[in-house]
T-cell receptor, first 114, second 112 residues
Framework: KAGVTQTPRYLIKTRGQQVTLSCSPI?????VSWYQQTPGQGLQFLFE?????QRNKGNFPGRFSGRQFSNSRSEMNVSTLELGDSALYLC?????WGFGTEAFFGQGTRLTVV | TQLLEQSPQFLSIQEGENLTVYCNSS?????LQWYRQEPGEGPVLLVT?????EVKKLKRLTFQFGDARKDSSLHITAAQTGDTGLYLC????????????FGKGTHLIIQP
């Protein structure tokens, strides 16, 4: 079965712009989580969506937002980009809410802010 | 303060050698997962351990969850070049409502 698909794979944006990243989970998976990965901080949890509702949120500013559609696809938006937002953004899908179930990650979107 | 501390941060050894990497915390986790990530890819789940003292084997990889469910280790026997990658541990607290908490990972290089 198809894995988790993230688009685009690479993005270059300018400070102050906004960006939208997309994630298509594995068919049948209703939970989508987003993570930011940087060399200094490692993987940090952004938020989790289940059945179109945000269930959990990490410690990130309000510039980071997301949503989930009825087909479980999810988008993440970052507004007023800062240089420090440069990172690999990873999406993970799982069957249920919370991480008692196995999580499958996409390849990520590499965002560079210049 | 990192909730999950992984050590060592970097490890480079020769093919055929054995190694152990550690994942430690002062917090109790209901379960702990180990992932392996290769450059340009997302993490891939290797194993989930849920019971204190649990030991799981995956071919040459042995995973152990501490009795108090605060720490875990990954032991690789007779390392191969294909084992090269970033090894991440991730903990689930309580019912999982706070998502996965990741350590910063151990960068492992197996030299031929």
């Amino acid at each position: 079965k198809a894995g988790v698909t993230q688009t685009p794979r690479y993005l270059i944006k300018t400070r102050g712009q906004q960006v939208t990243l997309s994630c298509s989970p594995i068919s049948g998976h209703r939970s989508v989580s987003w993570y930011q990965q940087t060399p200094g901080q490692g993987l940090q949890f952004l938020f989790e969506y289940f059945s179109e509702t945000q269930r959990n949120k990490g410690n990130f500013p309000g510039r980071f937002s997301g949503r989930q559609f009825s087909n479980s696809r999810s988008e993440m938006n970052v507004s007023t980009l800062e240089l420090g937002d440069s990172a690999l953004y990873l999406c993970a899908s799982s069957l249920g809410w919370g991480f008692g179930t196995e999580a499958f990650f996409g390849q990520g979107t590499r965002l560079t802010v210049v | 303060t990192q909730l999950l501390e992984q050590s060592p941060q970097f490890l480079s050894i020769q093919e055929g050698e054995n190694l152990t990497v550690y994942c430690n915390s002062s917090s109790v986790f209901s379960s702990l997962q180990w992932y392996r990530q290769e450059p340009g890819e997302g993490p891939v789940l290797l194993v989930t351990v849920v019971t204190g003292g649990e030991v799981k084997k995956l071919k040459r990889l042995t995973f152990q969850f501490g009795d108090a469910r605060k720490d875990s280790s990954l032991h690789i026997t007779a390392a191969q070049t294909g084992d090269t990658g970033l090894y991440l541990c991730a903990g689930v607290k309580g019912g999982g409502a706070d998502g996965l908490t990741f350590g910063k990972g151990t960068h492992l290089i197996i030299q031929p």
